[in-house]
């Protein structure tokens, strides 16, 4: 069976879910300064994803649900998702607390990291989710795995896949990202297509069709 993984942020929705929280609380000077030292490599991912999180974890939990539940989605995206719900998964570094309600819009089977929570904060971080980890755990159950992203933090999952797909809908993917890419894509329709295709177990060449 073929199994699709997600990334979240800037591959479903159409924005990155931390800048948005920190542009909202009035927190983004730090927060941007640590999103650009990780894209830029300075800071590894983890490390930042840990001091971004004790940013943002002193803000109220049940807002952060409520906004990110409202962020823009790419609908297409999100309905070939829904229409291969059993084939269909998202892994993100994200935290469960924050995504929850963003989780279940989508409607598929959500991996994130784990937080726990304590007076609607974010008390500490149990686990950091290693997306390669998925792809290596769908592999050893004898599944085709498709990885779909775009950022640093995708690189080792897409490594790992039996076909990945460096997205740019939102930006412009990281150049470790579209290094291992087998196919790179730019548009949502387009994207579409390709997912379908592989859906089908069928080679697709985006620039000359099958």
Not at 5 to 31: M, N, Q, S, W
Not at 79 to 105: H, P, R, Y
Not at 142 to 165: L, P, Q, S, W, Y
């Amino acid at each position: 069976m073929t199994k699709f993984i997600f990334d979240l942020d800037g591959t479903i929705t159409k924005e990155e879910t931390l800048p948005l929280i920190a542009r909202h609380f009035k927190v983004e000077e730090k927060i941007e300064e640590l999103t650009r030292a990780t894209v830029a490599g300075e800071v590894p991912f983890i490390e930042s994803f840990i001091q971004r999180v004790n940013i943002l974890g002193k803000l109220p939990v049940s807002k952060i649900n409520q906004l990110l539940s409202q962020v823009e989605i790419y609908g297409d995206l999100v309905s070939f998702i829904q229409s291969n719900v059993d084939m269909c998964s998202i892994a993100t570094g994200n935290l469960n607390c924050w995504i929850e309600d963003l989780a279940k819009k989508i409607g598929c089977e959500c991996f994130c990291s784990l937080g726990e929570t304590e007076n609607n904060q974010v008390a500490r971080i149990v686990e950091i989710l290693k997306k390669e980890d998925l792809v290596q755990r769908y592999k050893a159950e004898g599944h085709r795995v498709i990885f779909v992203g775009d950022g640093n933090n995708d690189v080792e999952a897409m490594r790992e896949a039996d076909v990945a797909i460096a997205s740019g809908l939102t930006h412009t993917p990281a150049p470790a990202a579209v290094a291992v890419a087998d196919y790179v894509v730019f548009e949502e329709k387009e994207l579409c297509v390709l997912l379908k295709k592989l859906c089908k177990g069928r080679f697709y060449d985006i620039n000359k069709g099958l």
